[in-house]
């Protein structure tokens, strides 16, 4: 699987947009984009996932480049409760094995 | 649905002693993985399994059992526990293999 990186923190004021974003230059053409968050000592949560066109969920906009070597999380209104470590995963259909790096750490602040 | 469950919350184990954590998930899912996440770090994968009676090794196997009798049920258990197992484990469960994954709240587990 492809490796992935992240900015290690970034804020973001209560109400406007996160831009989290990924380069994932070695990913292969099977691999999807998939995006989990983690907000303080609980189970990571899903949010995303995509192989070529960007997605929308009730959560967050996926934005993948054309050449699928980075892509960019996006919060619209980003809250306090949006404040959490957000992690970026490339997985390819052969095991559905997901490798965690260290992530982004997100600071919504009000 | 209850989810994604495990038990125990919390355990605190002495050096050498074994046990058994357990995960179950009641939303017919056929994939079923263990993650174990240390101070600071991302999670790493330990074992997984694609359906029952199949399981394979993750990133960092070592030390640790599973089996899957049933679609329900994916244990873990430590064969011999050592100090640097001390970590929060989760488990986790999907559809399928390209399907998102629940995670279960974790199991804080400490070895003295």
């Known amino acids: 699987d492809a490796k992935t990186t992240q900015p290690t923190s970034m804020d973001c004021a209560e109400g406007r947009a996160a831009n989290l974003p990924c380069n994932h230059s070695?990913?292969?053409?099977?691999?999807?984009v998939y995006w989990y968050r983690q907000i303080h000592s609980q189970g990571p949560q899903y949010i995303i996932h995509?192989?070529?066109n960007n997605e929308t969920n009730e959560m967050a906009s996926l934005i993948i480049t054309e050449d699928r070597k980075s892509s960019t999380l996006i919060l619209p209104h980003a809250t306090l409760r949006d404040t959490a470590v957000y992690y970026c995963?490339?997985?390819?259909?052969?095991?559905?094995?997901?490798?965690f790096g260290q992530g982004t750490e997100l600071s919504v602040k009000p | 649905n209850a989810g994604v469950t495990q038990t125990p919350k919390f355990q605190v184990l002495k050096t050498g002693q074994s046990m058994t954590l357990q995960c179950a998930q009641d939303?017919?899912?056929?994939?079923m993985s263990w993650y174990r996440q240390d101070p600071g770090m991302g999670l790493r994968l330990i074992h997984y399994?694609?359906?029952?009676?199949?399981?394979d090794q993750g990133e960092v196997p070592n030390g640790y059992n599973v089996s899957r009798s049933t679609t329900e049920d994916f244990p873990l258990r430590l064969l011999s526990a050592a100090p640097s197992q001390t970590s929060v484990y989760f488990c986790?469960?999907?559809?399928?293999?390209?399907?998102?994954?629940?995670f279960g709240p974790g199991t804080r587990l400490t070895v003295t």
């Open positions: 995509g192989l070529k």
């Open positions: 939303m017919n899912h056929e994939y």
């Open positions: 399994s694609v359906g029952a009676g199949i399981t």
């Open positions: 070695t990913i292969s053409g099977n691999e999807y």
């Open positions: 986790a469960s999907s559809y399928s293999l390209a399907y998102e994954q629940y």
């Open positions: 995963i490339v997985s390819g259909n052969q095991g559905g094995k997901l490798i």
